[in-house]
């Protein structure tokens, strides 16, 4: 449409003012136009559902966040009922938030369970602010919707770890302490008393109390009666005094223990000490504190920016009025713009000077790691100029490789730089997303002197170690050398002062042999002339002397005697003849020092030991023999003596009262094997690993020395041997030693040992 002649005379009278009022009126409007856009594009860009809906629940602006929440993206939902949107029901939801927030006139938040229209479920979290007018009356509300699911899975996984490194934390061995079916202290530990600086007679039975702080003690003792009486475990924090007189904190977990019966023994519990980690909770206590004052200033200073933004909305009518002034004070403000300016570059010029002072590379990056500016130490560091470094990513400039940027610039530490050869340590100093676009501030220190000598200690700790290594070996060879030297030393006196015995009885138990042989043939040459005495007596057929002889002869009754006499002399030289057996098989076993191998009848072996131990079987035990007929074996057989001694006696120590000892020997192939079996107490499992270490026994105190099996294992392994065990506790255990027919052909050495 053209304009007439009137229109064109009304604006050429209009003045210059007004038309550039009205330009400048236009520019603003596009300004906030342009906000407006911007705004949008930032509220769909995030992961919020975002709606505001009347007080008649229609749509009236939605995000596209909202659409992909409900699972109906590119749909615009404005004008239509939300009910009928978000949670295809016809009418109000009666869990609504949105009539909750409408009817109270307050912010409410909840999580609720959302059907998708996949159908998969999704838990989501509302949080529901109502709209006011000018009156103040409610006209409908904005809802604002997260998902919150993957949130929920990760509480749900995180409450799982926390139950695992509690029951893990329930096992650490930190301050111990014990107590009965009572209640009553029966034991605490070193770093218990070492703690509270008392002693154990101190902390026993209820003396342990005494310990705790007045206003904890209460509350400690009530709820450790109300966990002894469900039999349950508890957990409190409570303030226990030191040796140093002061209290600290404390973390007491206790757990019940019961007996194999299922009956309550007790509670066992530990005490961690949280002192320092109490104190650090008081201080981020007044952290927070002054951080949420903080955050109430913040929260005040934008409720008053936005009061003086209505004002100025208000104003704007005043605008018109008030821009010829402005313009007049546009040249003043344009001048002191370009001071400011003048001041601005003074100072980017002076903040320059003084970074390139710095010896520490410092670097300015974006987000993206790419160098926005540098000093001069990194332009030494490289050899390149300000605008060769300057929009190159950092990990090229500095060659640190593909990724390093994320694993390390990102997240600071170590770095070194290959073409130098120089070690820097490196720290990240993240900006705000509004600065540099998210960017940070970069600094490498050169600490190459101080990683070289890291590295020098390094090395030397490790040279203590393996010096530290050579001797605890050294010492454990030590320790079995001396082992066996005690066991050589021990055996050599047993088998003199057994020697000395055996001699010492061996001449008189001779005398007595012969003497009894002696007396033997004098009985019979005695015997022969009363039976010549009777036949001449009645030869003589003297009625007197006859009846006389009859009456003495029933009186007396040498018949009887002389038959008596017999058996006691028969039963002394039986006797005689097994102390000489026993004394010999003594002299036998006495020789450990003989070193002589020779090939000998392990039968004849296992006979002479079961003779020298017999007095430590015959009362508690019955002994089974189950020889078959095995070949003669070459070995030292005083060192086999001893392994057989060993094992007979550890079989009758097994047995308490009554029981069964079984000794078989047989041949498999080139081998022999003998076993000694028991039913005895048995081995738990746990113990047969150790029971061939030197040292180690299961007995009581006084009762062995822990070195008779290990002598035992290393005879049968110089024998080229090997002995096995199997036992099964309450039932009993074999011992069982393979040993070859020749040790010569299995070793593939010659005949001198």
């Known amino acids: 449409m053209k304009a007439t002649n009137f229109e064109k005379r009304s604006l050429d009278n209009v003045p210059e003012s007004s038309i550039a009022r009205t330009e400048t009126i236009a520019g603003r409007g596009r300004d906030l136009l342009e906000i407006d856009h911007k705004f949008r594009c930032l509220v769909d860009n995030i992961d919020l559902g975002i709606v505001w809906i009347d007080s008649k629940f229609r749509v009236i602006l939605h995000n596209s966040g909202m659409g992909r929440l409900c699972g109906k993206p590119g749909i615009d939902f404005v004008g239509r009922h939300c009910h009928e949107i978000f949670w295809d029901v016809e009418g109000s939801c009666p869990d609504c938030p949105g009539t909750e927030a409408m009817a109270t006139g307050k912010s409410t938040v909840k999580e609720l369970e959302m059907k998708m229209r996949s159908g998969k479920m999704l838990q989501v979290r509302v949080n529901v602010f109502p709209t006011f007018a000018e009156d103040g009356s409610i006209t409908g509300f904005v809802k604002v919707q997260e998902d919150i699911s993957r949130q929920k899975m990760m509480e749900g996984a995180l409450l799982e770890s926390e139950r695992r490194f509690e029951l893990l934390a329930d096992a650490c061995p930190f301050m111990i302490w014990l107590s009965n079916r009572e209640n009553r202290c029966t034991f605490v530990n070193k770093d218990a008393l070492e703690f509270t600086g008392r002693t154990l007679e101190q902390d026993l039975d209820r003396g342990w109390t005494e310990n705790l702080h007045p206003d904890d003690l209460e509350k400690f003792l009530t709820a450790f009666d109300c966990a002894s009486d469900q039999r349950t475990g508890f957990r409190l924090e409570f303030r226990l005094r030191r040796a140093d007189g002061f209290f600290g904190w404390v973390l007491g977990i206790g757990n019940p223990r019961f007996h194999p019966d299922g009956s309550f023994a007790g509670y066992i519990g530990s005490m961690v000490d949280i002192t320092d980690h109490r104190e650090m909770e008081d201080r981020l206590r007044v952290f927070n504190g002054e951080l949420e004052g903080k955050v109430a200033e913040r929260t005040v200073s934008l409720q008053t920016a936005n009061l003086v933004l209505k004002n100025e909305i208000c104003e704007r009518k005043k605008i018109e009025e008030e821009l010829h002034r402005r313009q007049r004070d546009q040249q003043r403000q344009h001048e002191e713009l370009n001071q400011l300016f003048r001041l601005v570059r003074r100072g980017k010029k002076e903040w320059e000077s003084t970074m390139d002072c710095v010896k520490e590379v410092v670097v ?12 001069k130490a990194l332009v030494a560091l490289t050899g390149k100029g300000f605008n060769d470094l300057l ?95 005690l066991t050589q030393e021990k055996m050599a006196t047993i088998g003199q002062l057994a020697a000395g015995v055996a001699h010492e009885i061996n001449n008189p138990i001779g005398f007595v042999s012969s003497n009894l042989r002696s007396l033997q043939k004098y009985l019979g040459r005695l015997t022969d002339f009363i039976a010549v005495q009777d036949q001449a007596l009645q030869a003589t057929g003297n009625q007197a002397a006859l009846e006389a002889v009859g009456n003495a002869r029933k009186q007396l009754k040498p018949d009887f005697i002389i038959e008596d006499i017999v058996d006691l002399i028969d039963e002394s030289l039986d006797g005689a003849e097994r102390v000489r057996k026993i004394v010999q098989d003594l002299k036998t076993f006495s020789r450990v020092d003989d070193a002589e191998w020779k090939f000998v009848d392990l039968i004849e072996c296992l006979e002479s030991t079961i003779n020298m131990v017999w007095n430590e079987i015959k009362y508690k035990a019955t002994l089974v023999r189950d020889f078959a007929e095995m070949p003669q074996v070459r070995c030292n057989p005083h060192q086999l003596n001893q392994v057989f001694m060993n094992l007979l006696i550890n079989a009758a120590q097994a047995i308490e009262k009554e029981g069964q000892i079984t000794v078989k020997a047989w041949q498999e192939g080139e081998t022999v094997l003998f076993s000694v079996t028991d039913t005895g107490c048995g081995i738990p499992q746990e113990n047969l690993r150790q029971i061939f270490e030197a040292f180690f026994t299961t007995k009581e105190v006084g009762k062995g020395t822990g070195l008779g099996l290990s002598v035992s294992y290393e005879i049968v392994k110089k024998h080229r041997g090997e002995i096995l065990v199997d036992s099964e506790p309450g039932k009993g255990t074999t011992f069982t030693v393979r040993l070859p027919i020749d040790s010569r052909e299995v070793s593939g050495e010659g005949t001198t040992e």
């Open 364 to 375: 300015l990056v974006d987000r993206e790691g790419r160098i926005r500016r540098c000093n």
């Open 391 to 485: 929009d190159r990513e950092i990990t090229e400039v500095l060659e640190a490789g593909p990724g390093s940027f994320d694993d390390l610039f990102r997240l600071g530490g170590e770095f070194c730089h290959q073409l130098s050869g120089r070690w820097f340590l490196i720290n990240n100093y993240r900006l705000d997303e509004e600065q540099i676009e998210g960017g940070a501030v970069i600094t490498l220190y050169d600490y190459t002197n101080l990683k070289l000598l890291t590295c020098k200690l390094q090395d030397s700790n490790r040279m203590l170690e393996i010096k530290g290594n050579q001797l605890e070996e050294a010492y454990a060879d030590l320790k079995t050398a001396h082992t066996k030297t």
